[in-house]
């Protein structure tokens, strides 16, 4: 067609091509979790890999709107590509679970900005926003503890993780869980802290899995670690 370029072609095309790998029982499954999208992830990575890192390409994908589009986008972009802004306002569009999730831990975790983003997001008002900078924190206690106040932390998961919406209770639960995990010395207080407040006790969890219940997941990382 006259006046089509290439790259709108090939975002057509990719577009096409995810909407035929649509399964509608894979979308039943993903909308209970919050997610809008059918596309089997082991296929889209397969979409990933042919294409390999293609930045503008992604952000193309990316401005779709689409979840299944956004996805592949994260996995085709070049992380320390993005500015800041740039990453704070795609963290603000990422509204289902599964796109903040990989935007959080494919893409802010390899860019140089990521601790200024872990700051801001920590404090934003928005629960959704900041679930992601208590995921990036939960990081930092596994591989950079350094400059973390850990008291702190543990004080605000005290104080509110019970009665925080899901996502952001989801990621301050992990980070206690991390706590517990790696601080022997707050272990005790972080295990009282989860077995007080009961977030995910009853959480189904497939057999052979590790329970998110706080406590439960802590004791089961620790005797590994015992283990080996």
């Known amino acids: ?37 059918g596309v089997n992830l082991s296929k889209l990575r397969a979409v990933a890999k042919r294409l390999k890192t293609q930045q503008e390409l992604s952000r193309e994908l990316w401005t779709t709107g689409d979840t299944a589009a956004r996805l ?26 599964k796109v903040q999730d990989w935007l959080v831990n ?13 700051v801001a997001w920590f404090a934003d008002a928005d629960p959704v926003v900041a679930s992601a900078g208590w995921a990036l924190t939960s ?38 869980a991390m706590i517990g995990i790696e601080f022997p010395e707050h272990r005790a207080r972080a295990l009282d802290i989860g077995e007080r407040l009961e977030v995910l006790k009853d959480y189904p969890t497939p057999p052979n899995c590790t329970s998110p219940f706080a406590p439960s997941w802590i004791n089961e990382m620790v005797r590994r670690q015992a283990g080996s």
């Open 106 to 118: 494919y893409v802010v975790k390899k860019s140089p900005h990521s601790e200024g983003l872990r």
């Open 72 to 97: 592949l986008s994260l996995l085709i972009c070049r992380p320390k590509a993005f500015e800041r802004d740039e990453l704070d306002s795609m963290l603000r569009e990422a509204r289902t679970p």
């Open 139 to 176: 990081e930092r206690v596994v591989k950079k503890p350094d400059g973390l106040d850990i008291v702190v932390l543990l004080d605000i998961i005290e104080a509110t993780m019970k009665d925080s919406p899901d996502r952001l209770q989801w990621a301050m639960n992990q980070c206690l």
């Open 1 to 37: 067609m006259a006046g089509t370029t290439v790259l709108d072609t090939t975002v057509a095309g990719l577009m096409a091509e995810l909407a035929a790998l649509e399964e509608p029982r894979a979308r039943e499954i993903n909308e209970k979790h919050g997610d809008d999208h």
